[in-house]
């Protein structure tokens, strides 16, 4: 695609239901990362992959988060059990490869848990 | 690990001034990437400018520069001929080097907001 799609823009859930959060990286790009941005604040690293493996998920914050990828292309964050302190806006990028370091960015999926 | 510190929560700028943003980070590594990035209220992150730490020269990009001191570990943005359209929120970013590091991650400071007065 021409860009990193995030779907959907905006997801309203019950405390307590499972979400899941898509991202479609820009074609080709085989590195994809996950970040949280809670209101009024930075970026916080989530995972990261490389094709479909993940080097580096230190930053899912508990086990109710989980992220897959498959065929080197989407990628699924899902969130079980959610709690309203997971609302943040859930950005994903995509870099040709790790070694790359211009990540292009996708418009965010911005959760809201009441 | 390493950190990025943004230490101004706000700025604000006349149209048509110049206005520089601070960045500070902390690293025991020697080389790696520096970032700046834009985000609009459109929420998408927009590259503004990248620096490699092996390079001396300050990268610049038409009206958006930087003075990167590496002794310092400072990384700050000049924005020249401030336009109404600057105005954002504008994050610095750290990534380890490719090789040796183990990690590609982005690590993210808490952003400048920009407001760009008429």
């Known amino acids: 695609g021409a860009g990193v799609s995030q779907s959907p823009s905006n997801k309203v859930t019950e405390k307590g239901k499972d979400v899941e959060l898509r991202c479609d990286p820009i074609s080709g790009h085989t590195a994809l990362y996950w970040y949280r941005q809670r209101l009024g604040q930075g970026l916080e690293f989530l995972i990261y992959f490389q094709g479909n493996s993940a080097p580096d998920k230190s930053g899912l914050p508990s086990d109710r988060f989980s992220a897959e990828r498959t065929g080197e292309s989407v990628s699924t964050l899902t969130i079980q059990r959610t709690q309203q302190e997971d609302s943040a806006v859930y950005l994903c990028?995509?870099?040709?490869?790790?070694?790359?370091?211009?990540?292009?960015f996708g418009q965010g999926t911005r959760l809201t848990v009441v | 690990a390493q950190t990025v510190t943004q230490s101004q929560p706000e700025m604000s700028v006349q149209e048509a001034e110049t206005v520089t943003l601070s960045c500070t980070y902390d690293?025991?590594?020697?080389?790696?990437?520096l970032f700046w990035y834009k985000q609009p209220p459109s929420r998408q992150m927009i590259l503004v400018i990248r620096?490699?730490?092996?390079?001396?020269q300050n990268a610049t990009e038409n009206r958006f520069s930087v003075n990167f001191q590496k002794a310092a570990k400072s990384f700050s943005l000049k924005i020249s001929d401030s336009q109404l359209g600057d105005a954002a929120m504008y994050f610095c970013a750290y990534r380890s080097p490719s090789v040796g590091s183990g990690t590609y991650k982005y690590i993210f400071g808490t952003g400048t907001r920009l407001k760009v007065l008429a």
């Open positions: 990028a995509s870099s040709l490869d790790v070694l790359n370091t211009e990540a292009f």
């Open positions: 620096q490699e730490a092996y390079k001396q």
């Open positions: 690293t025991s590594e020697s080389d790696y990437y």
